[in-house]
């Protein structure tokens, strides 16, 4: 079973920097990829950054050059750095195995982005 834990979420002003962590357990981590989605409020789900085992990134336009998604293998943790945050970045944030196991796993961690 898949099991992630989101956290680093909180309030920011737009321009601002915040940085993500996602454990995850219950799959063979350093032979997964991972990838991060979010959720805005009244809205679907965004795909946002993805990262293979091998650290190959992709991004979704609207964040790249703002967004880093990063992995530690050792510790079975995925990261996201998000700076020159804006408004519109404000949702709840997810991660999730990039594979046939992508889904809501864990309970997200929310970003508020204030003008």
């Known amino acids: 079973q898949v099991h992630v834990t989101e956290s680093g979420g909180g309030l920011v002003q737009a321009g601002g920097s915040l940085r993500l962590s996602c454990a995850a357990s219950?799959?063979?981590?350093?032979?997964?990829?991972m990838g991060w989605y979010r959720q805005p409020p009244g809205k679907n789900n965004q795909l946002l950054a993805s990262?293979?085992?091998?650290?190959?990134?992709v991004y979704v336009d609207s964040v790249k050059g703002r967004f880093t998604i990063s992995r530690d293998n050792a510790k079975s943790m995925v990261y996201l750095q998000m700076n020159n945050l804006y408004t519109e970045d404000t949702a709840v944030y997810y991660c999730?195995?990039?594979?046939?196991?992508?889904?809501?796993w864990g309970q997200g961690t929310q970003v508020t982005v204030s003008p």
């Open positions: 990262i293979t085992a091998n650290g190959t990134t």
């Open positions: 219950g799959i063979d981590f350093s032979a997964t990829p």
């Open positions: 999730s195995p990039w594979d046939s196991n992508f889904g809501r």
